[in-house]
């Protein structure tokens, strides 16, 4: 993911009329076949659809994480130390993320949660409140629970441990308040132009509300918030061979994936091994330095404005 920001000309406007308006076709594909399937009563929360969705979130949603390291060597100027600290300091705080789920699992899921939260929250830089943007972010989450207490409540169990139900309550009861709030997010995103990123939102909030959750996120996450950074990555990194930015997404994906494996084996691991947990608990892991780092190239990027991210805000 980039952090790619707009500078205003304007002091009080931070949002640009349709800023961040990026919806792909294969989304309204993927939603219209999801919304076919369920009418047609294919059962999306059985386990063998449950474990396709995740094929479908990793395989289609961790690569998106997979550039972090080459965009920071494109705003920074790294040495070969400077890169091993970079990559070092990335692992690091991804291996931390995996402690956490060893020892602390509820924090870890707590953190996961918010983290989350913000992270979503900055695919709507047409809001220019950042109160709007957390709460859009957030109902990601609160859609699928409050749609799904029952089943989200087990995930988040299956994750952390029993107390983690108390967990999909508070969101439950919160989830009104961050749905009504992203409405208005929804129409301010409408009527300063990001018209296809307005609607499509909404028809994915509706999907989370209603479609098994791991269906729903892997909707939103494999075709509307993967794609919009890895677009914006694509252009900040457009001199990279296809073969290379190919060969980088699926070579640290896996790589991403083994390490998840080998500290599973070789740790001692008191989960079950639901794969959907694990799933998400891994996507937890590298999504925290993945936030981290993008926060911190948005905070270069706005005290340093370069010719490169005009490009990419315009
Ligand atoms: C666990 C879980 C959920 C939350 C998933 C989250 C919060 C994913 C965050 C991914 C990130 C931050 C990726 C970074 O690019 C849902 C959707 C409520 C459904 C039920 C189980
Ligand atoms: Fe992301």
Do not use: N
Not at 237 to 251: E, K, Y
Request: proline share 6%; charged share 10%.
């Amino acid at each position: 993911m980039t952090a790619l920001t707009y500078h205003p000309t304007s002091p009080r406007r931070r949002a640009h009329p349709g800023r961040g308006d990026v919806v792909y076709p294969a989304y309204w594909i993927a939603a219209t076949a999801l919304i076919g399937a369920a009418l047609l009563g294919v059962p999306l929360g059985q386990p063998a659809a449950v474990a396709g969705a995740t094929l479908v979130f990793i395989g289609g949603g961790l690569p998106h994480g997979a550039y972090d390291i080459a965009l920071l060597r494109r705003s920074v100027a790294l040495g070969r130390s400077g890169m091993g600290l970079a990559v070092g300091g990335y692992a690091a705080i991804a291996l931390l993320m995996v402690v956490l789920w060893m020892t602390v699992p509820l924090v870890a899921l707590v953190l996961f949660l918010a983290v989350a939260s913000v992270h979503f929250g900055e695919d709507w830089q047409m809001l220019e409140e950042p109160l709007l943007r957390f709460a859009a972010g957030a109902a990601v989450i609160a859609a699928a629970t409050i749609g799904h207490p029952a089943e989200v409540s087990a995930l988040f169990v299956a994750m952390s441990d029993p107390r983690a139900a108390v967990i999909a309550q508070i969101i439950t009861a919160a989830a009104p308040v961050a749905l009504l709030v992203t409405a208005i997010g929804i129409a301010a995103a409408w009527r300063d132009g990001s018209r296809h990123w307005a609607a499509a939102m909404a028809l994915c909030f509706a999907l989370l509300l209603v479609l098994p959750p791991v269906a729903g996120f892997a909707l939103f996450f494999v075709f509307l918030h993967s794609p919009r950074h890895l677009a914006q990555t694509r252009v900040v990194l457009r001199d990279m061979t296809l073969g290379r930015w190919l060969g980088t997404g699926a070579l640290l994906s896996s790589l991403a994936i083994l390490g998840w494996c080998t500290v599973r084996a070789i740790a001692p691991w008191r989960f079950e091994p639901i794969i959907v947990a694990q799933a998400f608990q891994l996507l937890a892991s590298v999504a925290v330095p993945h936030l981290m780092l993008s926060r911190w190239l948005e905070g270069r990027l706005s005290a340093a404005p370069s010719s490169e991210e005009k490009t990419l805000t315009a």
